[in-house]
């Protein structure tokens, strides 16, 4: 499996942008579907992250602000950031994880300047 994702940029404090994140397969929707992110000098920390029968789990720095969402016809999944702070930027990376399978997407970078 790879991952690819899209719509990273640089956007203003207060702005929204959304990630998408295209698998090249069909992922198991009971697998694990969500993204990190890593700023410089920090580690890579959870952002959302959503399965099948089970509520999304998100980042405490993130709750309430960002919203993950899963199309698995389409092979997608999404990062809805709203309320963006310049705490936010960071490279964001997609991940699935499941029984057999962990793999990372090269990552998209989010840049929250004015």
């Known amino acids: 499996v790879q991952l690819v994702e899209s719509g990273g940029g640089l956007v203003q404090p207060g702005g929204s942008l959304r990630l998408s994140c295209l698998a090249s397969?069909?992922?198991?929707?009971?697998?694990?579907m969500g993204w990190y992110r890593q700023a410089p000098g920090k580690e890579r920390e959870l952002v959302a992250r959503?399965?099948?029968?089970?509520?999304?789990d998100y980042g405490d720095s993130v709750q309430g602000r960002f919203t993950i969402s899963r199309d698995n016809a389409k092979k997608m999944v999404y990062l809805r950031m709203s309320t963006l702070k310049p705490e936010d930027t960071a490279v964001y990376y997609c991940?699935?994880?499941?029984?057999?399978?962990?793999?990372w997407g090269k990552g998209t970078l989010v840049t929250v300047s004015s």
């Open positions: 991940h699935v994880r499941g029984d057999d399978i962990n793999v």
């Open positions: 397969e069909t992922i198991f929707s009971g697998y694990w």
């Open positions: 959503i399965r099948s029968g089970r509520d999304p």
